[in-house]
């Protein structure tokens, strides 16, 4: 089948992001596929799919915002942060709900978090997450992320949980961020859920879940479903070609400013052809248009 495109699928619980791209290979019938954003496999929500040629988008996303909502508990501590884990310490917590708001401002605006030892980031080679499954501890740099604000929707001090709402960007640790507010209270704190509520310029409105995907595929429907993968650069401005400019630009040449109209002035451009297919990314460098990636 050839053609190109996002799927936003809503993942379920208890599947890495690996199943969902193995999963949607055989509901495709498509092996090219990748997608943006890992999420645990205790996590649900937006998962960005990218379907054939639209692949060459994954690491180029220009939108680098995440959001979340996730529960949490305080008064433990686990080896994942997360309520999955091995209890390391429990503990009899009695925070209200006033000591829990002035505690969570600490971590909005650029923090540091140190990356949590079950994740995917990579040292000497491995996989932190593989380390840990070994029963290995290994010294991890502390990294710099952006928390653009955190709004506790929920608590029940009776019960010391709770639940929150996260916006973020790309490289923030959810669980990170809930365990360092439990330090910061001298209870702990563990995340018991974690929902994707948008990412890279999708939402849930937006996703379709593995069933309904796979439904629309038995109906040969899944081109009217998929979204253009334009539709990942929309913050970018537009140069339409026309058919002349589409060939020496899909040719290799290089095309001058005064040939080309671009709407926007932002310093990378959408570049559509002749017959409005989308054909990649553009920027201007002396005066000459320069292709950033190509889609076609």
């Not at 290799?252 to 709407?263: E, F, I, M, N, P």
């Amino acid at each position: 089948m050839n053609i190109s495109g996002i799927l936003p699928v809503n993942k379920p619980r208890g599947w890495t992001s690996f199943d969902v791209i193995a999963k949607l290979r055989g509901v495709l019938g498509i092996k090219r596929l990748g997608h943006a954003g890992t999420l645990d496999p205790m996590a649900t929500g937006v998962l960005p799919v990218f379907v054939g040629k639209a692949t060459k988008a994954c690491d180029i996303l220009p939108d680098t915002r995440k959001a979340y909502r996730a529960g949490f508990k305080l008064g433990m501590v686990t080896d994942t942060l997360d309520i999955t884990g091995e209890v390391l310490e429990e503990k009899q917590a009695s925070v209200t709900a006033a000591q829990l708001e002035s505690a969570k401002q600490r971590f909005v605006g650029e923090i540091t978090q140190l990356p949590p030892m079950y994740s995917a980031v990579k040292v000497d080679g491995k996989r932190l997450y593989q380390l840990a499954r070994e029963g290995r501890t290994v010294e991890r740099k502390p990294r710099k992320c952006v928390v653009h604000s955190i709004v506790i929707t929920a608590f029940d001090e009776a019960l010391q949980q709770g639940e929150l709402e996260i916006d973020c960007e790309k490289g923030t640790y959810v669980r990170t961020v809930i365990d360092d507010i439990g330090q910061a209270l001298g209870t702990g704190a563990v995340m018991t859920s974690l929902v994707r509520t948008y990412s890279g310029g999708f939402d849930s409105k937006d996703c379709l879940t593995i069933e309904e995907i796979a439904d629309i595929c038995a109906q040969g429907r899944l081109a009217e479903v998929i979204m253009p993968t334009q539709k990942a650069f929309e913050m970018y401005g537009s140069i339409r070609l026309d058919e002349r400019l589409t060939r020496l630009y899909k040719n290799g040449v290089k095309l001058y400013s005064r040939q080309v109209r671009a709407d926007g002035s932002s310093g990378i451009f959408r570049v559509f052809g002749g017959d409005g297919g989308f054909l990649g990314l553009a920027a201007f460098e002396n005066e000459m248009l320069k292709s950033v990636k190509n889609f076609y």
